[in-house]
């Protein structure tokens, strides 16, 4: 089933031009349309299903710093502070507060890790305290179990992602600019090799303007213009239980099992990293660069079966821009979710808090999680195709960092000073010959 999430309506008309063109609209793409809108830009956005029908809705909804790899960890900071300002200044709800994450542990390594990344963390002003045997006891004490440590992110906090990028989409269209959904861009004109407009299913739209923000789409569409970019998807699946009863936190970890209260009362349970990875071309092409990543993480990750493949995402054909493509076949990627792993999600959990076995689960979903060889995502220019920026292969972060990420891309793109350091974030660092740096986080 599809993840819950509050459907808006688009914009009528497709505009015969804009200042800039964002493709994708999940987290990243509606708060980058949000924020070039701000500044004045006549934005269009696009999005080829229903906003935020992806993995924008599909995740847990942690706004986090705690363990943030040392590139992600500005974008998560900033990011914290934009999710507040957002809700101030347009009076729309996403679910953001500040609750707070807990993290508790049995196990010794985990903990010094954690520890080992407070230091670097406090270093640069993060708030974040351990947690002696004691304290991750009393704060994990709903699980009844003695816990030897653990960590609270005092700043840290969730959102809803059922209800984030509707409202970010409703506040871009308060500020005159336009969102289009079941439009897909099929393409990106040029004339003198930099863009001059976007060709969608409905009509071409003059711009020398585009982001593409297109998740796991993302790799497959540079393809078209001639730009390796390496992505693979994995497929996680999480699960929703009633809980309206029991007394639970707003977001809790342990044991590798996260739960996160929704809007709507209940929680979400999900078994931390792990995932299927479903075969694909695409997947082969780029697999040697992700190897270190999957054996650092191969304990979690497991050989899935033919969905991804029937998806279409990542597809290596070429789309003629006259004719329908891969994403106007599969308008929402809605990936099954994997029994076995949503069984395995509720017995753990049943283990870890025994008041949660007699919950009713009320829904389960996967998302196609698009992620970069190291884990961190691809933020700028490509200098092949003047006028087009990407943002995608965000691992699974997205959502947390999604105001931060999208405030960088937008000072990028408006030629503003950088909200934070953009250099890491550079698709060239996955240049043929180029160490990939896989974060222990």
């Known amino acids: 089933m599809p993840a819950p999430l509050r459907f808006i309506n688009s914009t009528p008309d497709l505009p015969v031009e804009a ?29 080829k299903g229903v906003v935020g029908g992806e993995q924008s809705s599909r995740n847990w909804g942690w706004c986090r710093q705690q363990n943030r790899d040392e590139r992600e960890l500005p974008l998560a900071t900033k990011a914290l502070d ?4 957002f809700g101030l200044e347009s009076g729309e709800e996403t679910g953001f507060r500040r609750c707070g994450l807990f993290y508790v542990s049995n196990d010794q390594s985990e903990i010094d890790t ?13 708030k974040t305290r351990m947690l002696n045997s004691q304290e991750a006891t009393d704060h994990g004490k709903f699980t009844g179990k003695v816990w030897k440590g653990g960590v609270h992110s005092q700043m840290d906090g969730i959102a809803d992602p059922g209800l984030a990028v509707p409202a970010v989409a409703r506040a871009l269209m308060a500020l005159g600019s336009t969102v289009h959904q079941s439009c897909a861009a099929r393409g990106i004109e040029t004339t003198g090799g930099a863009v ?32 390796r970019f390496p992505q693979a998807t994995v497929r996680q699946s999480i699960l929703a239980v009633g809980t309206g009863r029991l007394s639970l936190p707003d977001a809790f970890y342990g044991d590798s099992l996260a739960i996160t209260r929704r809007g709507d009362g209940c929680h979400t349970l999900a078994y931390s990293g792990r995932a299927k990875i479903d075969p694909t071309l695409q997947f082969l092409r780029f697999q040697k660069q992700f190897i270190p990543m999957f054996k650092q993480r191969w304990s979690k990750v497991s050989p899935g079966g033919l969905q991804g493949l029937r998806a279409g995402h990542e597809s290596l054909s070429n789309w003629r821009l006259d004719r329908p493509t891969p994403m106007e076949a599969r308008r929402i990627l809605d990936p099954v979710a994997d029994t076995k792993t949503i069984r395995l999600t509720v017995k753990l959990v049943s283990r870890l808090i025994p008041d949660i076995a007699t919950a009713p689960v009320v829904g389960s979903w996967a998302g196609f999680v698009d992620s970069t060889p190291d884990g ?3 933020i700028g220019e490509i200098p092949a195709v003047p006028g087009l920026i990407l ?44 160490e990939i740096d896989v974060s222990e986080f």
């Open 19 to 47: 200042d800039a063109v964002i493709i994708g609209g999940g987290i990243i793409g509606s708060f980058t349309a949000y924020y070039l809108a701000q500044r004045g830009l006549k934005v269009a956005l696009l999005e």
């Open 391 to 434: 943002a995608a292969g965000f691992s699974g972060h997205g959502f947390g960092i999604g105001p931060g990420a999208a405030h960088l891309v937008a000072d990028i793109a408006s030629g503003h000073e950088p909200i934070v350091d953009p250099r890491p974030y550079r698709l060239s660092r996955f240049d043929s010959g180029a």
């Open 196 to 227: 001059s407009g976007v060709v969608t299913e409905r009509g071409t739209i003059r711009t020398k303007l585009v982001i593409h923000a297109g998740g796991a789409w993302a790799s497959s569409f540079m393809r078209q213009l001639g730009v």
């Open 82 to 85: 934009l999710w507040e300002q």
């Open 376 to 378: 961190v995502p691809v």
């Open 114 to 126: 954690w520890a080992r990344w407070g230091e670097y963390a406090r270093s640069i002003g993060v």
